[in-house]
């Protein structure tokens, strides 16, 4: 077998790596607007195609797909709602993607930090169209105990567009539900006619 | 259980191999001289009825005056354990002999105390930063940083 030189040594992997989270840094001076095009009622509804709205947002809604994105201690809570006690297979959720490319929902879970950041905007990226995202805890919300620090994202919204906030520190699995019957709501307000 | 040895008798066993080395010691903790870590550490590693043959760890502490690194030894073999601690006063260059030559598991450690409180460990064999990225503006544990939120 052939052996193929690396292209980069370590510290010019590092110094792509300081380079990519150091734009991200400079970029994510403001929070992403909340995606709340869907608030706006029904006026936008064509009634033409309101039946297909009807459908496909209840085949979305009972599918939702989250990609595996456990960053800190939020991930236990999220585990546990994904085991048998809080059991979210019930609303057809249960399928803890480990590919991006095949998940509808990114969970954030836990405290992001700057090094974390570039690897989850990637994952975000690579995640198909329709998909939403969801603040899971105080950290992910805000930076929560660790707002201050050189480390860490003060709330995910910096870097991606949030559409649930679940407050808690961690939130129990009970409230997390309840933050993803409010995203499947939301989800059943959309239209298949509008780019999110 | 793991037997602390007291300070003053290890004190007593290395002054008689390097009389300059120790400058104190109290019940648990012996004090040695920045130059001498990497001679102190193989004579403890490998002096009969010593022989720290692990070590637990390695930290920092910043006294505002001077940086103290902070060593936990422990003899698998013969169940004691010390503690060492070095004080470093240059602010603006502290350097310390790196101890990855006897302890594979100092490479990480300090790393870690290079990354966050700006000590440098010569002979380290890949000295950089482990936590934060690389080109990041001072070292975030030490007292007189001021966060770059």
Same mark, same amino acid.
């Given at each position: ?21 150091e734009?991200?840094?400079?970029a ?11 608030s ?6 064509? +009634? #033409?195609?309101?039946?297909v ?7 979305? %809604?009972? $599918?939702?797909?989250? &990609? =595996? ?5 939020c ?5 546990g ?13 249960e ?21 974390m ?15 939403? +995202? #969801?603040?899971m ?5 805000s930076?929560?105990?660790? %707002?201050? $620090?050189?480390?860490? &994202? =003060? ?9 649930v906030?679940i ?30 | ?10 004190a ?48 920092a ?7 103290e ?22 602010r ?28 440098a ?18 070292h ?10």
């Amino acid at each position: 077998m052939e052996i193929v030189e690396r292209p980069y040594s370590s510290d010019e992997l590092d110094a792509i790596e300081a380079a990519e989270i150091e734009a991200l840094r400079k970029a994510s001076r403001e929070p992403y607007p909340d995606p709340i095009e869907w608030s706006e009622e029904d006026i936008e509804r064509n +009634v #033409v195609i309101s039946s297909v709205d009807h459908l496909i947002d209840w085949c979305r %809604r009972f $599918s939702v797909w989250p &990609v =595996n994105c456990g960053l800190a201690c939020c991930a236990f809570e999220m585990i546990g709602l994904a085991a048998s006690r809080f059991d979210i297979s019930r609303f057809g959720m249960e399928l803890f993607r480990a590919s991006p490319r095949q998940a509808d929902l990114l969970l954030v879970a836990g405290t992001l930090t700057w090094k974390m950041a570039p690897a989850l905007k990637r994952i975000y990226d690579q995640m198909p169209e329709p998909k939403w +995202v #969801v603040a899971m805890g105080s950290c992910a919300i805000s930076g929560g105990p660790f %707002r201050d $620090s050189y480390s860490v &994202v =003060n709330g995910v919204n910096l870097i991606l567009p949030v559409d649930v906030y679940i407050p808690g520190c961690p939130p129990r699995p009970e409230a997390l539900m309840h933050g993803l019957i409010l995203l499947h709501q939301k989800i059943s307000k959309e239209t298949v006619l509008k780019k999110r | 259980m793991t037997e602390a040895l007291s300070g003053e008798d290890v004190a007593k066993q290395i002054g008689e191999r390097f009389p300059n080395a120790v400058t104190d010691f109290d019940e648990t903790a012996v004090f040695i001289r920045g130059e001498d870590v990497l001679d102190v550490a193989r004579f403890l590693k490998e002096a009969p009825g010593l022989e720290f043959d692990y070590l637990t760890s390695i930290t920092a502490v910043d006294y505002s005056e001077h940086f103290e690194v902070v060593y936990h030894l422990t003899s698998i073999k013969n169940n004691h354990s010390i503690v060492l601690k070095v004080r470093c006063y240059d602010r603006d260059n502290p350097r310390l002999p790196s101890v990855v030559s006897l302890w594979q598991g100092a490479d990480f450690q300090e790393r870690e105390v290079y990354d966050l409180m700006g000590i440098a460990f010569d002979g380290h064999p890949n000295l950089k930063r482990i936590f934060l990225w690389h080109g990041f503006a001072g070292h975030p544990l030490r007292k007189d940083f001021q966060g770059n939120v």
